[in-house]
């Protein structure tokens, strides 16, 4: 909670700074934009009862221009500790303790993007909303630690598995700083509608265009 106050109240900061801001990119022939991202994401887990964990993580994403308003984006995003359960064993067994470890999401997609211009007057304006759609996968990483109570024994084993992310939109603003520096602010559903296997993701990025 701590780290979406602190996301939020930077957004406020940019948004009444952003009038005074009068570094712009120059019209050139720049097409590629690296961004890196930080911020707070989680997911449902469905069940008896719904909850929904969250977490810190990174990104990463790479923009291709295809137009000054539109660019094609790649990007992969690393979520840790998505969530931990512990509990008794199934089948109604009670000589087994579970405790189940989702010990990571890993997010692939490719977006376009579409960006529009706030300001009229000037050609880059020193702040741009933009939209994302998009598709990819994702991978997941799951282990169990199960302990024997009849002999204290303790067995370790994981899988993995990928899923198909359907649809992930979002929306976004992003603050020129200087000539090809950025800073953004974005709100994204990954696998959106897909319940358990849905992430949000609030973040800010750093942008580099070259």
Not at 109 to 123: E, M
Not at 129 to 153: H, I, K, M, P, W
Not at 161 to 189: C, H, M, P, T
Request: hydrophobic share 40%; with cysteine; charged share 20%.
């Amino acid at each position: 909670m701590k780290s979406l106050t602190a996301i939020l109240s930077v957004a406020i900061i940019l948004l009444f700074c952003a009038a005074d801001l009068s570094a712009q990119e120059k019209e050139d022939d720049k097409r590629l934009e690296i961004t890196g991202y930080f911020g707070a994401g989680g997911r449902a887990r469905e069940g008896q009862f719904r909850s929904y964990s969250t977490t810190h993580f990174v990104g990463l994403g790479l923009e291709y221009y295809l137009s000054p308003r539109i660019a094609l984006e790649g990007e992969i995003n690393y979520l840790p500790n998505i969530a931990s359960v512990s509990g008794g064993a199934p089948w109604g067994r009670s000589d087994l303790i579970i405790t189940k470890d989702e010990k990571y999401r890993l997010l692939w997609g490719i977006n376009l993007l579409f960006y529009f211009d706030r300001l009229k007057i000037i050609k880059r304006p020193a702040i741009r909303l933009y939209l994302s759609a998009g598709t990819g996968y994702q991978y997941d990483r799951v282990e169990f630690n199960v302990v024997s109570l009849t002999n204290l024994e303790q067995y370790k084993y994981g899988y993995a598995e990928f899923a198909f992310q359907w649809i992930s939109i979002g929306a976004g603003l992003k603050v020129n700083i200087i000539d090809g520096l950025a800073v953004r602010l974005l709100y994204k559903i990954n696998r959106f509608g897909g319940e358990g296997l849905q992430t949000n993701r609030l973040v800010i990025g750093l942008s580099y265009r070259f």
